[in-house]
């Protein structure tokens, strides 16, 4: 087996600067569990949080919000939560999908394939998404704990210092 991902690993910066995003019409820092668990686990595995915002599903505002992130040099990768179903307000993927640069097809593959073994055929619901915005990581996901959970523990932390080392290439 090849050791270059061990290699890129190593080379990667082990403190993330991160955007938590969650898209909501509903939700306030109080109520939105969802965000609230991406935050604990991101500072938890010492990434920092440099920003923490709850928008509603509007492409609009999204798109420029997520514009106004691509460009600051103090943030490496946005994580957004919610509105990545089918429901007729959910436009996380829309929105995000025409921002992308490059696409990173083989995350939303594995999120399913892994949400599928916790939930069952319900995961092709989902339409996580990732890739880059300039040269900044972006990954989405469900609003729900339990998936925000199943993203992080199992894609998003044991490679997002790797994705940003590969995106500032």
Avoid: N, W
């Avoid at 270059?4 to 993330?16: D, F, K, L, M, N």
């Avoid at 509603?56 to 420029?64: I, S, T």
């Amino acid at each position: 087996m090849s050791q270059i991902p061990q290699e890129h690993r190593s080379q990667s910066p082990q403190t993330v600067r991160c955007v938590a995003i969650t898209v909501s019409d509903t939700r306030t820092f109080e109520t939105d569990t969802g965000g609230q668990t991406l935050v604990d686990r991101l500072t938890g595995a010492g990434h920092t949080v440099v920003l923490r915002e709850i928008i509603p599903d509007e492409p609009r505002p999204m798109r420029e919000l997520l514009t106004m992130l691509r460009d600051r040099h103090d943030v490496d990768a946005i994580l957004m939560t919610g509105g990545t179903g089918l429901g007729s307000r959910d436009r996380t993927f829309e929105t995000v999908e025409e921002l992308l640069d490059k696409t990173l097809p083989g995350y939303g593959e594995l999120f399913r394939m892994l949400s599928y073994q916790e939930i069952g055929s319900a995961a092709m619901l989902s339409r996580a998404t990732a890739g880059l915005i300039g040269r900044t990581v972006l990954l989405t996901m469900p609003g729900s704990p339990e998936a925000v959970e199943l993203a992080l523990e199992k894609l998003i932390l044991p490679e997002l210092g790797h994705l940003v080392h590969e995106a500032r290439k």
